[in-house]
T-cell receptor
C-alpha cells in the first residue's frame, strides 16, 4: 500500500527566504507526482506535475524535483512571500491502476512579513 | 471553459441523517473522483466514476455511495452520518482513465460537511 509522507508538517519563515518542502513515498511504481497548494478551507490548486520519466519541473519561483528510485520529491520555493502562506500537498498517482491520487498530510507554511 | 463546481458550499447535518453532495465536472471531462479531507490531514480517495460506472474505491464503507450522470456530473451520498464524517469533500475531474493519457485531475472548491 502506497504511503506518502511530508516533512515538515509546519514551517514558519521570514519573507525572502528560500525553502524546501519534502515528500517521500513508499512505492516507486508511480505514473506521476503532483504538488498542490491549498488555502484554508479551500480546494486544491495544482502547482506542478512531474511525470515519472522527468527529474524536475519549474514554474516561476517554484521548482519540483523527483527521484523515483529513492521515493522522494522536493518542492523548492525561491524568495518566499507572505502570499505563499498556505498548505502544500504532494500526491502520487500509481502506474498500474486508475487515475486515483494518494496524498501526503501536507506542510503548513507561514511566511512572515 | 468552466471549471469543476461543487454544491453546496457548506452543510450541517446531525448523526444518523443522510446527505447528498454534488459535483459538475470540467467541460469535456468524463471521469470524476471524490476525496475526503479531515481537518489537518491530506485528502483520502473515496471512489472514482468513469462513464457512469464506479471504477476504483478507497477504504470507505458501503454507506458512502455515488452516481455519475450522462452529462458526467456526479453525486456523493453518505448514509447514517457519523461524527467522523465531518470533513471537506473534494471532487476532481479528468479525461479518461488509462495510463498513458495526460489526464491530470482538476479539483473543485469542496463542500464542508459538519455532523453534529
Amino acid at each position: 500500500k502506497q504511503e506518502v509522507t511530508q516533512i515538515p508538517a509546519a514551517l514558519s519563515v521570514p519573507e525572502g527566504e528560500n525553502l524546501v518542502l519534502n515528500c517521500s513515498f513508499t512505492d516507486s511504481a508511480i505514473y506521476n507526482l503532483q504538488w498542490f497548494r491549498q488555502d484554508p478551507g479551500k480546494g486544491l490548486t495544482s502547482l506542478l506535475l512531474i511525470q515519472s520519466s522527468q527529474r524536475e519541473q519549474t514554474s516561476g519561483r517554484l521548482n519540483a524535483s523527483l527521484d523515483k528510485s529513492s521515493g522522494r520529491s522536493t518542492l523548492y520555493i525561491a524568495a518566499s512571500q507572505p502570499g505563499d502562506s498556505a498548505t502544500y500537498l504532494c500526491a502520487v498517482r500509481p502506474s498500474n491502476a486508475g487515475n486515483m491520487l494518494t496524498f501526503g498530510g501536507g506542510t503548513r507554511l507561514m511566511v512572515k512579513p | 471553459e468552466t471549471g469543476v463546481t461543487q454544491s453546496p458550499t457548506h452543510l450541517i447535518k446531525t448523526r444518523g441523517q443522510q446527505v447528498t453532495l454534488r459535483c459538475s465536472s470540467q467541460s469535456g471531462h468524463n471521469t470524476v473522483s471524490w476525496y475526503q479531507q479531515a481537518l489537518g490531514q491530506g485528502p483520502q480517495f473515496i471512489f472514482q466514476y468513469y462513464r457512469e460506472e464506479e471504477n476504483g474505491r478507497g477504504n470507505f464503507p458501503p454507506r458512502f455511495s455515488g452516481l455519475q450522470f450522462p452529462n458526467y456530473s456526479s453525486e456523493l451520498n453518505v448514509n447514517a452520518l457519523e461524527l467522523d464524517d465531518s470533513a471537506l469533500y473534494l471532487c476532481a475531474s479528468s479525461l479518461g482513465l488509462a495510463v498513458g493519457l495526460d489526464n491530470e485531475q482538476f479539483f473543485g472548491p469542496g463542500t464542508r460537511l459538519t455532523v453534529l
